[in-house]
């Protein structure tokens, strides 16, 4: 088990029971939690594509799976949009929400795969990124607006519905977590039989 994995169980660990709706900013402990992933999602995808070749970043099992550059141009074209979801719930007023889901269910979500689903039509790479680097660019220059409004909002991200049971602070999250779900995805390609060694 990684290191960078055994930090996120403890997180999740941590973060097990149902946040009561407390009007307010974001507490130290949510804030924590939240920059640490990111910075964890950002720092992991980085080192996994460092000094991969051509070869390695288009490679492809077979027919129709996505290859790791495909992986991060989805990463580059979809947190823009969870993004904006994100920032048109921050619009909304708080309204004392409760949130039924756990941020434990967040943070599972981005460990464990054993669950595939297809991603929707919208997020599909589509070659607006042609090489990983540049969908690498798109994602960290985003990933920088969404760090420094982890640290610095006073919103009540708890107080605000988002869909699905989740709170806003848990959407945010979600971000993070969408991401270190493919990243285990890129290193799950790298064990593929057939990966190219250079």
Known sequence: MTHALRLVLVVGALAGVPVPGAAGPMSEQDR???????E????????????????????????????????????????PQYWKQLNDALARPASGFTATTTDTAILWYGIDRTERTTTGEARVPDGRFPTAAEGLASFRALRKTMLDLARSTQEDLRGRQFGGGMDAYQWYLMISTHA???ILQIREIKAMAGYPKG
């Open 40 to 79: 964890l999602t950002d720092a992991w995808l980085s080192s996994e594509l460092q000094g991969l070749s051509a070869a390695q970043l288009g490679f492809r099992p077979r027919p129709g799976v996505w290859s790791i550059t495909d992986v991060v141009e989805h990463l580059g074209i979809a947190e």
């Open 180 to 182: 270190m779900r493919h």
């Open 32 to 38: 924590q939690q939240l920059v640490s992933h990111f």
